[in-house]
């Protein structure tokens, strides 16, 4: 039995450990990894404290924003978007705080923008979306491989009529609707994997 309990103690501490956000500098450097090559020295960098809370990690010069991994969550997932997605952004980040799951988010997000109350990201704003396995990450040294990026086009109530756009991708790597009506709707662009 102390066995059993010595090994339950270790393996709950590694958990705790492997759930503590890498450094700034890591997170930054991550973080910037979905932002075009271009874009990503001047970028505006939100990550996560130790409590699992986001916070500016640092204040960039460009209209890039990017969110770092949130270490509680196996894998990599980074994103950067254009500044004028980062109300809605903000807004999904303080009810996620608030317990909100994410169809009660959507609702309320949905809601607040119908009535003004929340400003939607600009028509034909991009927002990038890095992804890597956990066994391609270094969360020592900010290093990933084998990453795949997808791409997110808003266009805040569009619908497939108006846009032309099928409900979902005609091929791999094709464009297609999400969430059309909505204020949520943009354009998927899923490359294809290798």
Request: aromatic share 8%; charged share 25%.
């Amino acid at each position: 039995m102390k066995t059993f309990l010595s090994i339950l103690m270790i393996f709950a501490s590694f958990q705790a450990i492997s759930q503590t956000p890498p450094s700034k500098e890591i997170q930054i450097k991550m973080a910037v990894l979905a932002a075009p090559e271009d874009q990503r020295a001047d970028a505006t960098v939100y990550g996560y404290d130790a409590k699992g809370e986001v916070i500016l990690l640092r204040q960039g010069t460009n209209k890039t924003v990017c969110l770092a991994d949130d270490s509680t969550r196996e894998g990599l997932s980074v994103s950067c978007y254009h500044i004028s997605a980062q109300p809605f952004m903000a807004r999904g980040w303080d009810l996620r705080k608030e317990g909100k799951n994410a169809d009660e988010i959507f609702k309320i997000r949905e809601a607040e923008s119908k009535s003004g109350k929340l400003r939607l990201p600009d028509q034909g704003s991009l927002l990038n979306a890095l992804t890597a396995d956990e066994k391609d990450v270094n969360w020592t040294t900010g290093e990933a491989k084998n990453t795949y990026t997808r791409s997110v086009v808003y266009i805040p109530w569009a619908t497939a009529e108006s846009t032309g756009l099928p409900l979902k991708p005609a091929a791999p790597g094709l464009p297609w609707i999400m969430d059309p009506g909505t204020h949520r709707a943009h354009i998927m662009i899923n490359p294809a994997r290798d």
